[in-house]
């Protein structure tokens, strides 16, 4: 609906619980050995500030469009302006990969990813991680 979590979860406001509720009702009556429902149906947070300049996730799972081109993740998608990391046309996506590390630094969350963003948790872990002193590495 928006990229604003606010608008989002007005929107859905009206029928929340009803889809909650229903969501219940074919887990229980659907539900068995061999078929879960797993209810991902959940409100937004409304703050989609990204406090990061680098997303490390988008060398994890990088989109590879219908256009042949490259973008860090769905979201970006098919957005040139501000997603296209690079395309694949007239090579193998070997040869991009390797041939370029400075286009994976070059999209900014903190500046074009203020909306929702499933990778976000994931990003912050990774960061978190490669930011700790590496002589502390082996210790839990």
Known sequence: VSNSGKENNEYHKDIFEAVKEQ??????????????????YHSLEENFEKLYDWCPYLQILPV???DLNIYPCQDKAYNIDE??????????FKDFWFEDKGRF??????????????????NKQ???????????????
């Not at 969501?23 to 991902?40: A, G, H, Q, R």
């Not at 990391?85 to 193998?92: A, H, L």
């Not at 070059?106 to 948790?121: D, F, T």
Request: hydrophobic letters at 35%; charged letters at 25%; aromatic letters at 8%.
């Open 23 to 40: 969501i219940s009702k074919c887990k229980s009556d659907l539900e068995n050995d061999v078929f879960e429902i797993y209810d991902t």
């Open 64 to 66: 590879i469009g219908a």
């Open 83 to 92: 997603g296209l990391i690079g395309t694949i046309k007239d090579k193998r």
């Open 105 to 122: 630094f070059k999209i900014n969350p903190s500046l074009i990813c203020n909306h929702h963003c499933v990778a976000n948790n994931k």
């Open 126 to 140: 990774i960061l978190d991680y490669l930011d700790v002193n590496k002589n502390h590495l082996e210790f839990v």
